[in-house]
């Protein structure tokens, strides 16, 4: 069946990120739809993020295109050029390979929830978080210097 049963996926708040860059988005609960629905191609998530909460470290993709559609509530897009605030209905794509890190922030009193895509080759992807000394690859996560950080990255 098509339908998603939202209710029964899990949800979870785990991040692979390295202290102390786990604490920014301990408030981000996302379910995985893809695997749910057997999605192979893409993935997917279904994500809220609490008042305060960060949905990433800024970041950028080398071979994944994200896409992003906000359901509920309002938070505010920060990305190299400055901050937009995004609604339910509102929709934001990042294309892979494009240096503009990004990420958003929930400032409301309120959840906002929205669905988080990607496509391309997650098996190789890699890219960079531009605030932080923190880089990403299939591995993994380590700082610009290459020294690895002693954690896992969840896909």
């Known amino acids: 069946m098509p339908k998603l049963d939202l209710d029964a996926i899990p949800q979870t708040n785990t991040t692979g990120y390295p202290a102390p860059f786990d604490a920014e988005v301990e408030g981000r609960w996302y379910r995985r739809l893809a695997p749910a629905a057997g999605l192979t191609q893409m993935g997917a998530s279904h994500v809220t993020l609490k008042p305060g909460a960060y949905s990433s470290q800024r970041h950028w993709h080398r071979l994944e295109d994200e896409l992003l559609v906000m359901i509920a509530g309002e938070a505010v897009l920060i990305e190299d050029g400055g901050e937009t605030v995004v ?44 605030d932080i000394d923190m880089v990403f690859d299939p591995d993994g996560y380590a700082r610009k210097d290459g020294t690895r950080y002693p954690t896992d990255r969840i896909p």
């Open 87 to 130: 609604r339910a209905g509102d929709v934001l794509a990042w294309a892979a390979g494009v240096e503009n890190g990004h990420r958003l922030h929930n400032r409301s009193d309120e959840d906002c929830v929205f669905v988080a895509i990607s496509a391309g080759d997650a098996d190789r992807d890699s890219g960079e978080y531009p």
